[in-house]
């Protein structure tokens, strides 16, 4: 058995969220189960909806105890939301990288390796998984290398959907993200234009910089009208929209509209006859999702898009394809850049917290549980 600590999440029925960091025990492994001692795990936007839900960020209180505790305060209207995980201490870490130091029977060939998981639960010193869980990095590669795989298969991801589906151009927005940056670098590769959505000239600079072609600052005056020319050039018919909230789903499909009636011959009461797809698969802005539907006729679709849903959809086959291309690239193409490396303890002091809550672009944590 193995005793090591690792960081939850609660959130009582009184509307208190803590942060605190819990010694747990782990089992010896069984059959094709291993335990990894986790050395890189990322602070990803999807792990902050877990490690701080609908907490309002502000009202944090640091406990004076051994180890490390933040509550914070949930306000009542907030609280439905939640309802399903109150009173569950939850681990926190979507995914992470580390090396294997105990396997089962049937997996001992792992025992020294450095793998990577999407099992989740990764803000912890160790953590048990099944082997097929896990992706077996290559031979030299480092934890922290490998520790931002939900990024890599997630623009791959979004890459083979618009193949899959028969787009010939992709639109991205939040573009400068490591993500952002990945699909980029894949798009090019592939030969796929790519309009990508960013929101400061420093953002702009930063993509251009990497080959890109199509980058639009949001902010500038001329947006739409430069959204549009530069639809109608790539014929982007697939968006990708890491936002979630707000217009900026709606600005980009009335733009694809407007961009396919520019090349109309005749009038249609109904709009074009050319399918607009617009996929949500972020949320940094937590607002209502607002669509102006007669604004782009009657052929578009909008959904959610997540990426355990889509790499279950496309079979073995296909996972191990766009697996393979990530290990093959995955100091290159598939490169993340970190911020700043912290100690688990570290990620709950309220300074850092506040500093990766942020979500800004070009500032990514990683955590390495082996630092004191």
């Known amino acids: 058995m193995i005793t090591g600590k690792e960081m939850r999440s609660t959130i009582s029925g009184d509307g ?20 990894v001692r986790v050395e890189a795990t990322p602070i990803n936007p999807t792990d902050l909806a877990l490690l701080l839900g609908p907490a309002d960020v502000t009202s944090v209180i640091m406990s004076d105890s051994s180890e490390p505790e933040l509550t914070f305060t949930v306000p009542q209207a907030r609280m439905a939301t939640v309802e399903g995980r109150l009173g569950l201490s939850l681990p926190i870490g979507l995914e992470g990288a580390g090396t294997v130091i105990a396997a089962g029977p049937q997996a001992k060939a792992l025992e020294g390796r450095v793998v990577a998981t999407m099992s989740g639960g990764m803000f912890a010193e160790f953590r048990k998984v099944s082997a097929r869980d896990v992706i077996v ?10 520790a931002s795989i939900v990024n890599a298969m997630t623009a791959l991801g979004m890459v083979e959907t618009a193949k899959l589906e028969g787009h010939r151009a992709i639109l991205h927005t939040a573009a400068a993200s490591n993500l952002g940056q990945m699909m980029q670098k894949i798009c090019s590769a592939d030969s796929i234009p790519l309009i990508n959505i960013v929101r400061s000239k420093e953002q702009v600079d930063l993509l251009r910089g990497i080959g890109a072609v ?16 530069a639809i109608a050039e790539t014929d982007a018919t697939i968006a990708f929209d890491a936002i979630g909230g707000g217009t900026m789903g709606d600005q980009i499909l009335q733009a694809m509209e407007r961009a396919a009636v520019r090349k109309m011959t ?14 949500i698969y972020g949320a940094l802005d937590l607002s209502p999702t607002v669509l102006n539907r007669p604004a782009f006729g009657y052929r578009w679709g909008a959904a959610g898009w997540i990426i355990f849903s889509f790499l279950r959809s496309i079979g073995q086959d296909g996972l191990d394809r766009l697996t393979q291309r990530m ?12 911020t700043r490396v912290i100690g688990l303890r570290e990620a709950l002091q309220p300074d850092i917290l506040q500093a990766y809550q942020r979500k800004a672009t ?11």
Not at 137 to 146: C, E, F, Q, V, W
Not at 266 to 279: A, C, E, H, I, P
């Open 362 to 372: 070009g500032e990514k944590y990683l955590i390495d549980p082996t630092r004191s």
């Open 16 to 35: 208190r969220l803590t942060l605190s960091i819990e010694e747990v025990s782990i089992d010896d492994p069984r059959e094709d189960e291993i335990v």
């Open 327 to 338: 290990l093959s690239e995955l100091t290159t193409t598939f490169a993340s850049h970190y």
């Open 137 to 146: 990095l290559p031979d030299g590669r480092s934890a922290a290398d490998g």
């Open 214 to 229: 199509h980058v639009l600052n949001s902010v500038d005056g001329d947006f739409r009208d430069r959204l549009i020319d």
């Open 266 to 279: 005749n009038f249609v009461r109904t709009g074009s006859d050319v399918f607009k797809q617009l996929y």
